[in-house]
Nanobody, 130 residues
């Protein structure tokens, strides 16, 4: 079965950095694209960035360029590097997987992301204080 587990979220001060990781199993990275989403308190789920099997990346244009998505050094892992964090970055961050076209459309906002579509982890909480 598919399992996706996020880690790395914590409480930090404004200006700090965090490196979120997603470890996944049960899916082939050559057939699926991976992505990060986030949901701030009282707001809807929104896409952050996606990475395809060939390493190409897609970012939500509303996201700051302080975020970088990449494949992790360990097998079957994905990373989101977040620098110069701001209080508005406070959210639950989720990793997700689906076929490339669907993931990209959800990340960019062309399609509405939903926890019921594709594969999702349980999320990791990032809290940034000023």
């Amino acid at each position: 079965r598919v399992q996706m587990v996020e880690s790395g979220g914590e409480s930090v001060q404004s200006g700090g950095s965090l490196r979120l990781s997603c470890r996944f199993s049960g899916i082939s990275p050559s057939k699926f694209s991976m992505a990060w989403f986030r949901q701030a308190p009282g707001k809807e789920l929104e896409g952050v960035a996606a990475i395809d099997s060939d390493g190409s990346t897609t970012y939500n244009k509303e996201m700051p360029d302080r975020f970088t998505i990449s494949r992790g050094d360990a097998e079957n892992t994905m990373v989101l590097q977040m620098n110069s964090l701001q209080p508005e970055d406070t959210a639950m961050y989720y990793c997700a997987a689906d076929v490339a076209g669907m993931i990209r459309s959800r990340v960019t906002g062309w399609a509405t992301p939903s926890l019921s579509k594709g594969y999702w982890g349980q999320g990791t909480q990032v809290t940034v204080s000023s």
